[in-house]
């Protein structure tokens, strides 16, 4: 296994590597590219989750890479993609929708190899993309903060702009709207998913701003937000993703669970079963098993459990069609103000 612990590691890492010992001769060999922190308690950690539960059940080889750039440079994730691809896998399962430009020129550069890309939306003669619908929970976890804030102000924060973290935030503002479409939303892209001080902080100013119930979109800078909330006496609380975060703190409302670990095994094992097709985008949805769901906190009422009951059966049936497009403005925590969305363009530059 070659486990990445910065950026600046990655040429000299692999070139250590000789190729005649990265893979025995008689396994198919897949690899796992994460972009960010293997343990970040998020969605990275739902990627070594995968890695895992392959090395656990399938009859391959599997090795991963992690901890490749925190600011999902395309750069360095084509890079890294690229390295692993000239140590010969049968598959390589690049985590993340910021992994779809770098698996398109790469997967050209190795027609013989297959590619994965997990929350992807691109395919090939060589190239598929395997996705969790996290905006099914996502749209359910809008619901939940319509349905429970008193304040009538509901915060989002992510990090990076991968296409899947727009689409989720859409959603969430879909699903907020349906209930509660008086409700004030305040929104933020930080930059950085792993950031504790700069989510704290966006959390604090939605916070100062009327927000009791934000719903975030992050990796290890989650805890920022937590500790903000916290500091708040139970007046604010907090919406989780990826994994059941009403387990972990009862800050925490809901959560809106989508597990993309699921994804990478059903990728490896359809490598393993001759299964695998390109040109495919396969996706999971809300009401295939647990994979995705919204999880409740304790607290929350009867009259609301029935009422997402409802709607998340709705989006099943295919009454409630999920927007995935938000064309309204942020909330800048630094200034206190509404801005366009190409704001963030400036922030991109210096990420």
Same mark, same amino acid.
Not at 7 to 29: G, I, M, N, V, W
Not at 339 to 348: I, N, R, T
């Given at each position: 296994?070659?486990?990445?612990?910065?950026p600046?590691?990655?040429?000299?890492?692999?070139?250590?590597?000789?190729?005649?010992?990265?893979?025995?001769?008689d396994?198919?060999?897949?690899?796992?590219?994460?972009?960010?922190?293997?343990?970040?308690?998020?969605?990275? *950690?739902?990627?070594?989750?995968?890695?895992?539960?392959?090395? &656990? *059940?399938?009859?391959?080889?599997?090795?991963?890479?992690?901890?490749?750039?925190?600011?999902?440079?395309?750069?360095? /994730?084509? *890079?890294?993609?690229?390295?692993?691809?000239?140590?010969?896998?049968?598959?390589?399962? &690049?985590?993340? $929708?910021?992994?779809?430009?770098?698996?398109e020129?790469?997967?050209?550069?190795?027609?013989?190899?297959?590619?994965?890309v997990?929350?992807?939306h691109?395919?090939?003669?060589?190239?598929?993309?395997y996705?969790?619908?996290? =905006?099914?929970?996502?749209?359910?976890?809008?619901?939940?903060?319509? /349905?429970?804030?008193?304040?009538?102000?509901?915060?989002?924060?992510s990090?990076?702009?991968?296409?899947?973290?727009?689409?989720?935030?859409?959603?969430?503002?879909?699903?907020?709207?349906?209930?509660?479409?008086?409700?004030?939303?305040?929104?933020?892209?930080?930059?950085?998913?792993?950031?504790?001080a700069?989510?704290?902080?966006?959390?604090?100013?939605?916070?100062?701003? $009327?927000?009791?119930? @934000?719903?975030?979109?992050l990796?290890?800078?989650?805890?920022?937000? @937590?500790?903000?909330?916290?500091?708040?006496?139970?007046?604010?609380?907090?919406?989780?993703?990826?994994?059941?975060?009403?387990?972990?703190?009862?800050?925490?409302?809901?959560?809106?669970?989508?597990?993309?670990?699921?994804?990478?095994?059903?990728?490896?094992?359809?490598?393993?079963?001759g299964?695998?097709?390109?040109?495919? @985008?396969? =996706?999971? $949805?809300?009401?295939?098993?647990?994979?995705?769901? /919204?999880?409740?906190?304790?607290?929350?009422?009867?009259?609301?459990?029935?009422?997402?009951?409802?709607?998340?059966?709705?989006?099943?049936?295919? =009454?409630i069609?999920?927007?995935?497009?938000?064309?309204?403005? =942020?909330?800048?925590? &630094?200034? $206190?103000?509404?801005?366009?969305?190409?704001?963030?363009?400036?922030?991109?530059?210096?990420?």
């Amino acid at each position: 296994m070659i486990k990445l612990k910065s950026p600046l590691l990655l040429a000299s890492l692999f070139a250590l590597a000789p190729l005649s010992q990265a893979y025995a001769a008689d396994e198919q060999k897949i690899a796992v590219l994460i972009p960010g922190k293997h343990n970040d308690n998020g969605f990275m *950690e739902a990627a070594y989750r995968g890695y895992e539960k392959i090395k &656990a *059940e399938l009859p391959v080889e599997a090795s991963y890479v992690s901890n490749i750039s925190a600011t999902s440079d395309p750069v360095l /994730l084509t *890079e890294a993609m690229r390295k692993l691809a000239q140590d010969g896998p049968d598959m390589i399962i &690049a985590h993340g $929708g910021q992994c779809n430009g770098p698996a398109e020129i790469v997967s050209k550069e190795f027609p013989d190899i297959k590619f994965v890309v997990i929350q992807g939306h691109v395919q090939g003669p060589n190239l598929s993309s395997y996705v969790v619908r996290q =905006e099914d929970s996502a749209w359910l976890a809008g619901a939940l903060a319509g /349905l429970t804030t008193q304040s009538d102000v509901v915060g989002h924060i992510s990090g990076a702009w991968p296409k899947p973290g727009l689409m989720g935030r859409a959603a969430f503002y879909d699903g907020l709207k349906h209930v509660n479409p008086d409700a004030k939303f305040l929104t933020w892209f930080t930059g950085d998913l792993d950031n504790t001080a700069i989510n704290g902080q966006a959390a604090a100013a939605e916070i100062a701003n $009327g927000a009791d119930v @934000i719903y975030t979109m992050l990796n290890a800078g989650r805890q920022g937000v @937590i500790d903000e909330i916290k500091s708040h006496d139970g007046k604010v609380r907090h919406i989780g993703n990826v994994s059941d975060w009403t387990q972990v703190d009862p800050t925490f409302v809901g959560s809106a669970v989508a597990d993309a670990s699921v994804a990478i095994l059903n990728a490896a094992r359809d490598l393993t079963t001759g299964d695998w097709q390109p040109n495919q @985008i396969q =996706e999971i $949805g809300l009401g295939k098993g647990d994979v995705v769901k /919204l999880t409740l906190a304790d607290d929350v009422s009867p009259e609301v459990k029935q009422k997402l009951d409802e709607l998340a059966a709705k989006i099943i049936s295919g =009454e409630i069609t999920i927007s995935t497009s938000y064309d309204g403005q =942020e909330f800048n925590p &630094a200034s $206190g103000e509404f801005v366009d969305q190409s704001f963030k363009e400036s922030l991109k530059a210096k990420s």
